[in-house]
DNA sequence: ATAAAGAGTGAATCAATATTCATTTTTTGT
DNA sequence: ACAAAAAATGAATATTGATTCACTCTTTAT
C-alpha cells in the first residue's frame, strides 16, 4: 500500500467541507433557497461541483443542514429567552420578542426559514423545527399552568397557535415581494418594527393568559 | 369562409373545459396537487394531453384555478358564518369553528389548500386568499371595537394571527404523514375533533378579546 | 361534396439542474 | 522516483413532467 489517509488530509477535507457548507450558508442568507444551486455553490468554495458530491449525498441533504445550523441558532434563543425565574408569560412574552426582531432583521433568512417553498425532505425539517418551537413554548405554559399564573389551557395547542400567528404574522412583512428583490432599507426602522411586534405580542399573550394587557 | 365557430360548439369546448377542470379539481381533492398531472387529468377527461392546452394556459393557471373554486367555496362559508346580529366575538367563534370543522371532514383538500408545496403560480393565490380572510376576520374586530364589545387593538394584526393560528393547528392533523397515505377513518369521530378544535377556540377568541372563556 | 378553418392528437422535444463517472491530479509509504 | 490509493474535476448524462407542433379529424358554409 502506498496512500493512507493522514491527519492533514483529514483536517483538509473537513476543511473543504466546511467551506462548502459556509458558501451554501451564505446564498441562503443572501438570496434564500431559490438562488442555491450546487454549481454556484462549488463555483464560491472554489470546487468542482462533483466535489460537493464528495461531502454531501445530496443537494437536498446540504441544503436541509443548511437549514438545520440556521434554525437551530434561532431555537437556542427562543430556548434561552423561555429560561429564568420569571413567570411564565414573561419568558414568553421575551421569547416572542426576540424572535421577531431577530426576524426582521435578518428577513431574507427568515423569509427563507419560515416560508420560503423548498425540498421535501427540507421542508421535514421546517415541520420538525415548528414542533420544536412549540415543545418549548408548551414546556412554559405547562409551567405557568402548575405554577398558577396561566390558566388552565390545552398546552399543546396554545403552543402551536402561537407558532402558527407569529409565523403567519411575519410572513406578510418578510415576503421577498413586500421587501423588494433586494432590500435596502434594513426592514424598517425601530418604530415600525414596534408597530409591528406590539401587537403581535398583545394576541399571543392574550391568547394565552386570557388577561387583557 | 367555410368555419365559423358556431354556438353548439361554443358549448361542446366549455363543456370539455369544464370536464378536464372537474377532473383536475376531482385529483387534487383525492390525492392533492402532488397527484395530479397533466397526464393523469387529461385521461381523466377522456381528451389528449395536448387538448388541456386549448383550455388552459399552462398547468400552473389550470391549478390555480382549482385552487381558486376550491378555497373560495371556504372563504364564503366563513363569510357567511362571520355575518349577522350577534356580537362580533359570537360570530368570529362561529366562523372559526366552522372551518376547522369543514377541514377535518375533507382533509386532503384542506392539507392541499392550507399547506401542500405548489407551484409559485398557486402558492400565490394561497397567499392571496389568507390575506383575504384575515380580512374579512379584520371587518369583523372593527365592527367589535366600535361596537364595543371587543377592546382596541390592532385589527389587521389581530385577524393574521387568527389565520396563523388556525391554520398551523390544523397543519398537523391534517398532514398525510399523521393520517397515512389513504385515510380510512374519515380522521376522526366528533369527540376527537372538540378536543382539538374548542382549544385553538379558546385560544383564538382569548387572543382577540383578552377575556377568559 | 368540397374546402377552409378550427379542434384534437400524442409522440417528440424541451428545460433546468442535479447527479454521475471516466479521467486527471494529488497524496502517501516505500 | 514510483505506484497505489484516494481526491478532484467538470463535461456528459439523467430525470421528470410540462409543453409543443406537425399531422389528422371535425365542423361549417357554400
Redesign the interface.
Known amino acids: 500500500m502506498a496512500y493512507r489517509e493522514t491527519e492533514k488530509m483529514r483536517l483538509r477535507k473537513a476543511g473543504i467541507r466546511q467551506r462548502i457548507f459556509d458558501c451554501a450558508y451564505h446564498r441562503v442568507s443572501q438570496g434564500g433557497f431559490r438562488n442555491a444551486s450546487i454549481n454556484l455553490v462549488a463555483e464560491d468554495a472554489g470546487v468542482a461541483t462533483g466535489s460537493v458530491y464528495r461531502h454531501f449525498e445530496s443537494k437536498a441533504e446540504l441544503f436541509a443542514e443548511v437549514f438545520r445550523e440556521a434554525t437551530q441558532i434561532e431555537l437556542d434563543k427562543v430556548e434561552s429567552a423561555l429560561t429564568g425565574q420569571e413567570p411564565a408569560l414573561v419568558r414568553l412574552e421575551r421569547a416572542i420578542r426576540q424572535f421577531a426582531e431577530r426576524a426582521l432583521r435578518g428577513p431574507v433568512m427568515a423569509w427563507s426559514l419560515i416560508a420560503e ?1 423548498v425540498d ?1 425532505l427540507v ?1 421535514e425539517e421546517r ?1 420538525n423545527y ?2 420544536s418551537y412549540a415543545e418549548f413554548f408548551e414546556r412554559v405554559i405547562l409551567e405557568g399552568i402548575e405554577a398558577g399564573t396561566l ?1 388552565p ?2 398546552a399543546h ?2 403552543a ?10 411575519l410572513v ?1 412583512p418578510l ?1 421577498p415581494q413586500q421587501q423588494g428583490p433586494v432590500q435596502m432599507p434594513p426592514v424598517g426602522d425601530q418604530s415600525r418594527q414596534k ?2 411586534i406590539e ?2 405580542i ?3 399573550m ?8
Chains 1, 2 share one sequence.
Open positions: 417553498p421535501p421542508e415541520l415548528r414542533r390558566p389551557q390545552d395547542l396554545s402551536t397557535c402561537l407558532v402558527g400567528a407569529l409565523a403567519e404574522s406578510g415576503s408597530v409591528l401587537p403581535i398583545d394576541f399571543c392574550q391568547g394565552v393568559s386570557g388577561q387583557r394587557r
